[in-house]
Nanobody, 117 residues
């Protein structure tokens, strides 16, 4: 069983920055893709950013130009750098890992990000 542990959430003022980390319990090179989702109160969970095994990335329109995703294979960790944060970015952020061949889909426990106006 794979464990994903997020960290780095917290309270920040609008315009500020945060970096989220997701540490995996096994080598992340084994994953087809890793990503970050978020879920705000009363809303569905949505994909924020994803990084594929080949290095390509995807960002939701709402965060393009403000968020970046990266990974450190040696540390088995994926990062989400969030800048120019807005109150609407407030949500619980979840780390996700996919293994397409097996259909495996792993989730972290989530980390709260709160952006005050």
């Amino acid at each position: 069983q794979v464990q994903l542990v997020e960290s780095g959430g917290g309270l920040v003022q609008a315009g500020g920055s945060l970096r989220l980390s997701c540490a995996a319990s096994r080598s992340i090179v084994s994953f087809s893709a890793m990503g970050w989702y978020r879920q705000a109160p009363g809303k569905q969970r949505e994909l924020v950013a994803r990084i594929f095994s080949g290095g390509s990335t995807f960002f939701a329109d709402s965060v393009k130009g403000r968020f970046t995703i990266s990974r450190d294979n040696a540390k088995n960790t994926v990062y989400l750098q969030m800048s120019s944060l807005k109150p609407k970015d407030t949500a619980v952020y979840y780390c996700n890992a996919l293994v397409l061949v097996s259909g495996s889909n792993y989730w972290g426990q989530g980390t709260q990000v709160t952006v005050s106006s």
